[in-house]
Each structure stands twice: as C-alpha cells, then as structure tokens.
C-alpha cells in the first residue's frame, strides 16, 4: 500500500512539472535572451516610464507607463522583444 502511494504521488510530482513547463508564455533558452536593460533602454526610447521589470513565466513582465501615460503591465519575448501579453 505505502508503495502504491509512492508511486501516486511521484507520479503527480512529475506531470505537476510538464504541466506547468507547458504553460509558460516564452519558450526560449536562456542562452539566447537579450539583456534586461536592452528591453528597459528600447522602451524608453518609445516613451515608457519603467516601473518594474521582473521574469515571469520565462518573459520579461514589465509593469510601466507607456508612451500616453498608461499604466501597462506587458509580457515580452526574451529573445525578440515582441509584445506576448499586455493588461491595461
């Protein structure tokens, strides 16, 4: 019976984990993401205040004003910078 519930519970464990690999909005290696202070100095040049920038579910969130004076929180791609998910 112990053994049963080993095997129950590792098994959860381990499609918790694929499944919560799955949900992330970028999906790129670390290798090749550009530096967070590219993403702050690219937005700034377009007019964002930047408030905050932090790594959630493997992009660049970043909770701003944008160039109209709107507070944003926007989910960039690593890699491209591209706009994945934005929130007014």
Known sequence: MNKLIS???ISTA???ATAYAE???????KAEWQPQEALEQSLQAKGWE???V????GCYEVYAKNEKGERVE???DP???EIVKMQD
Do not use: G, H
């Not at 932090?54 to 579910?57: G, I, L």
């Open 74 to 76: 926007a989910y960039f």
């Open 7 to 9: 095997a129950l519970l």
């Open 54 to 57: 932090k790594v959630d579910e």
């Open 23 to 29: 949900e992330e909005l970028c999906d790129v290696p």
């Open 14 to 16: 381990a499609l918790s």
């Open 79 to 81: 890699k491209s910078f």
């Open 50 to 52: 930047i408030r905050k």
